[in-house]
């Protein structure tokens, strides 16, 4: 059984950080491609970025481009993301996800495993 398990939310001012963090079990990282997703309140989901497992390819939506970082440490099967420059439109739910597809500028919106979900609130 798959679980991935998310954690490092919190609320944090704007301009600030956070580090989640995304644990894996069932699942080797070495084998899927992992992910992030995220939703705000009243919004649908959105990609945030992506690893390809092939070549280590990482993708970014634009509005996270220069303030955000992906990073996954594969012997732990655990998978990060480093959120700097918050800004309150940032707020959301953040998901982690594996075995989705990630390809040079490309991302899926599905994924055939997600996390429970870490709440990021970035007040102004």
């Known amino acids: 059984e798959v679980q991935l398990q998310a954690s490092g939310g919190g609320l944090v001012q704007a301009g600030g950080s956070l580090r989640l963090s995304c644990a894996a079990s069932?699942?080797?990282?070495?084998?899927?491609?992992i992910g992030w997703f995220r939703q705000a309140p009243g919004k649908g989901r959105e990609r945030v970025s992506c690893i390809s497992n092939n070549d280590g390819h990482t993708y970014y939506a634009d509005s996270v481009k220069g303030r955000f970082t992906i990073s996954s440490d594969n012997a732990k099967n655990t998978l990060y993301l480093q959120m700097n420059s918050l800004k309150p439109e940032d707020t959301a739910v953040y998901y982690c996800a594996v075995d989705l597809v990630c390809l040079l500028g490309v991302m899926s919106h599905q994924a055939d495993y997600w996390g429970q979900g870490t709440l990021v609130t970035v007040s102004s």
């Open positions: 069932g699942i080797s990282f070495d084998d899927v491609n």
